[in-house]
């Protein structure tokens, strides 16, 4: 009896480990295939950006017969990347500074449930999500017009502050409800002023929740488009995925200078996203469990 028992504990350990490992395997291989999808794209931008035109369309998928180094040079004068990139940058990380600043200011009262409406108005800005910006683009035309600020950084700045509130609001909530009160309360008893206990307490608490607010607002706002080519019409004030269209022809297209522009545009925010990953990574479960 124990013969067989000892027997059938190896059997079900060895059934064990093969198991493990059947499930290791296949999750190295749905990860390889998930890592495959993202940075094959990626390869293909960037064998892409040194193409000439009858290479691009010749061997689309091969390497480039003759790597043509000027794409990017081409690509920095003729779609004012000079200009573009600089305005990109402005506009992305003032608008991104002042979402987030904003939404943790409001993610921090409505944190504090003092009033009654406080859930209600979380609702309302989170609700800001399901508006589509194309709905609200006549509205802001006038707006916009009616400010005087056509043409302008600020006319895109503005928009994009409003816009990134909804997500900001949604995530920057759950991540205040779970700061300590004693430690706010004290704050208080010490003669602390709301903001101070806001800027010294609040805000280094809220950091990882606040990393991924400006990642997730930051990606959208550096590859806006559509906005930028209602209100951003002036040469001096357009961003660079509206630059990039200026390669994009009605009878043909310089693909190895667009492909070289996106590369220019990208590396930034992947190189941003690479820096701040696991911050990212805890800011999103910041708030999913109190404790």
Excluded: C
């Amino acid at each position: 009896m124990t013969a067989l028992s000892l027997a059938d504990r190896r059997r079900r350990g060895a059934k064990a480990v093969r198991t493990r490992l059947f499930v290791g395997i296949a999750r190295s291989l749905f990860l390889a295939i998930l890592s495959l999808m993202v940075l094959v794209p990626i390869a293909y931008m960037v064998l892409a950006s040194f193409k000439t035109v009858p290479d691009f369309f010749g061997n689309p998928y091969g390497l480039p017969g003759t790597w043509a180094w000027d794409n990017y040079s081409r690509a920095w004068r003729d779609a004012h990347i000079s200009i573009t990139l600089p305005n990109t940058i402005i506009v992305t990380a003032v608008s991104v500074f002042g979402s987030t600043l904003l939404a943790a200011l409001i993610a921090y009262g409505i944190s504090r449930k003092e009033k009654p409406f406080a859930m209600g108005l979380y609702t309302f800005f989170v609700a800001g999500l399901l508006v589509p910006v194309n709905m609200i683009v006549l509205p802001l035309f006038i707006l916009i017009k009616w400010l005087g600020l056509f043409g302008t950084l600020m006319a895109l700045i503005f928009p994009y502050i409003a816009l990134g509130l909804p997500l900001g609001v949604l995530i920057l909530g759950p991540v205040a409800a779970t700061l300590p009160r004693d430690l706010i309360s004290a704050a208080q008893v010490d003669g602390a002023t709301e903001w101070q206990i806001f800027r010294r307490i609040v805000l280094p608490l809220m950091k990882p929740g606040l990393i991924s607010v400006a990642i997730l607002n930051g990606v959208w706002m550096w590859n806006e488009f559509f906005i930028p080519l209602i209100v951003a019409f002036k040469p001096e004030s357009q961003t660079m995925p509206v630059g990039i269209v200026s390669f994009v022809g009605a009878y043909s297209t310089e693909w190895g200078l667009v492909f070289a522009s996106v590369v220019v545009s990208t590396a930034p925010i992947l190189f941003a996203y690479l820096l701040m990953t696991r911050q990212f990574q805890s800011g999103l479960t910041a708030g999913a469990v109190k404790g």
